[in-house]
């Protein structure tokens, strides 16, 4: 596997995480691969063949070729069809809701075709450019021009909601919201409301989310840690707070975690 990552254009750095590419030569004997919530939102363009995405144990969908990935709160499997070639943009959590008007609620655990959340005549032809660029490169140039003309003041995400986000991020998803508030409990309805609307999730939601990233890199990047000192360290309760919020995420348990095929992907990108 090829994962590289690419910083954005200084105007865009505060709303986009990174670009990222993908390349998995193609394998006649691939896994499943179960995909964990990370937090953020992607726009993603299938390069390659196509990937299945499954709704159920034996039952898939083929992945839109051009799509926005929203925030997911549970696991997902996916399963490529061949060579992986894919190129996609990481927004922070917040990000994305500067670019489109429809509620980012909506987009929510599920792809998203970009031709439904743009002017389809312009969602394809920015698809086609992508297709056609010689390089990566050119394809970062392509996808920042697209986002600089859409960048809209009139929607910046209301403070309230970057303040709650940023916190949440600086204290790898640990800072109740009451401290956040400043202990004025009168915002946290306007709160509730605002981060639904702008991130997709609620401010719980994506707490827990970004508290198992820290966990979870901690277990990929500390090999023989044990997992009480991990649970103490990202500020779980205890060990068993830890091993219900892993499984809630990923499906499986952390020693099951490590190793699994089905593990693989996931595993590059948190490493």
Known sequence: ??????????????????????????????????????????????????????????????????????????????????YVNTFAIRFYPYGFANFVTEPIKKLANKETPLASLF?????????????????VKQRIEII????????????????IVKTTVNALLSTNGNAPIKTILKDDLSKRRQLERNFEKQIGISP??????????TALKMLLNKEGESLTNIAYESEYYDQAHFIKDFKEFTGTNPKEFLGNENMTLSTLFYK
Request: aromatic share 8%; hydrophobic share 35%.
């Open 1 to 82: 596997m090829d994962y590289q990552t690419f910083q954005p254009h200084p105007d865009l750095e505060s709303l986009i995480s990174c670009y990222w590419t993908l390349e998995v030569p193609a394998d006649n004997d691939s896994q499943k691969q179960r995909i964990v919530p990370d937090g953020c939102i992607e726009m993603a363009f299938i390069l390659g063949d196509d990937i299945k995405r499954y709704i159920s144990e034996d039952e898939f969908i083929l992945q839109p070729r051009a799509m926005i990935l929203g925030q997911t709160i549970e696991p997902f499997f996916i399963e490529p069809t061949g």
């Open 119 to 135: 002017e389809e005549k312009i969602a394809k032809e920015l698809e086609q450019k992508i297709i056609r660029a010689k390089d």
């Open 144 to 159: 920042e021009g697209f986002l600089l003309e859409r960048l809209n003041d009139k929607s910046t995400v209301e403070n």
């Open 204 to 213: 719980k939601q994506l707490g827990k989310v970004i508290r198992l990233q």
